[in-house]
């Protein structure tokens, strides 16, 4: 945090707006969502127990702090994760976290045979 | 695929540290058997489509292991270390250096705690020598294409502003 002091860059307020739009579990998990591609309003909706209507405000706000954008694409208008918002770090983290998971995904594969047996196993654990 | 399960890290902006937290469906006697066994270690701690071999694993305390995994254009990537504290099923204290940067060395710390229905925790604080050291670790996996969804965002990351 000590290295540039009192210095309040643009970046600063943006990283801040990000944050503040970032501090609701739901927006969070559409955010999740993206990452792993593009998707529509509806798409987006679908996973969730709330109305599209929801969905689409939660949308506003984090188009608004510049984390996703929506191409204008007239009759789909899917939203866009824009990673550089975050900062490298976040996508950085993000990346970590999906091989981390695949690598204790192989474990629980491991794991599940009773007695881990020291044997090759055949699950194919897709990503 | 049911993902009853997902692993959290965390990494605060500015701190030389990663912390991972996941849970499992075995005890932790089973878990902590699976990252000291090498036989068992060597058949999840790669990616499918790289070889993992184990050059030596001495999983006791002042002991020291070595691996190395093999992609299919025949890259080799070497890693070691020393076991600094093995206190079985509940915690592993580690050194490990990734060899293509060598002098670079994280200290793991991986607590595990039985919790109710056989099921266990596995929490592992890493310490970087430095920031930096944290963030090049963190970013090396970026390019080497295993998450094909995450291409897209390389591109990105690669587009200064993009």
């Known amino acids: 945090m000590g290295d540039t002091a009192v210095e309040t860059t643009a970046d600063e307020d943006r990283l801040n707006r990000a944050f503040a739009a970032l501090s609701d579990p739901l927006r969070r998990k559409l955010v999740a969502r993206l990452a792993r591609g593009d998707a529509t309003v509806n798409e987006l909706a679908a996973p969730f127990a709330v109305t599209v209507q929801a969905v689409s405000r939660h949308l506003k706000v984090l188009e608004d702090a510049g984390l996703i954008t929506r191409s204008r694409d007239a009759q789909r208008r899917p939203c866009h994760l824009e990673p550089t918002a975050f900062g490298p770090l976040a996508a950085w983290i993000d990346d970590y976290r999906i091989r981390t998971e695949e690598k204790y995904q192989r474990l629980d594969a491991l794991l599940s045979h009773q007695g881990v047996a020291a044997q090759d196993t055949e699950e194919g654990i897709q990503p | ?162």
């Open chain 2, 1 to 162: 695929m049911t993902a009853t399960k997902t692993s959290t890290v965390t990494a605060e902006p500015g701190l030389p540290f990663v912390d991972v937290v996941r849970t499992f469906d075995a005890s932790a006697e089973r878990v902590y058997r699976a990252h000291t066994d090498a036989e068992i270690f060597a058949q999840w701690i790669g990616p499918r489509k790289y070889a993992t071999s184990i050059d030596h694993f001495d999983a006791r305390t002042g002991g020291s292991y070595r691996f190395s995994q093999s992609d299919t254009e025949g890259n080799q990537y070497g890693f070691h270390g020393s076991f600094h504290e093995l206190t079985s099923p509940t915690r592993m204290v580690q050194t490990f250096e990734f060899e293509g940067a060598p002098g670079h060395v994280s200290l793991d710390t991986a607590v595990l705690e039985d919790l109710p229905d056989g099921r266990c925790r596995l929490t592992v604080h890493s310490t970087f020598q430095a920031v930096e050291d944290r963030d090049a670790m963190l970013q090396a996996g970026m390019t080497d294409g295993m998450n094909e969804g995450y291409e897209r965002l390389d591109e990105l990351l690669a587009h200064d502003g993009a």
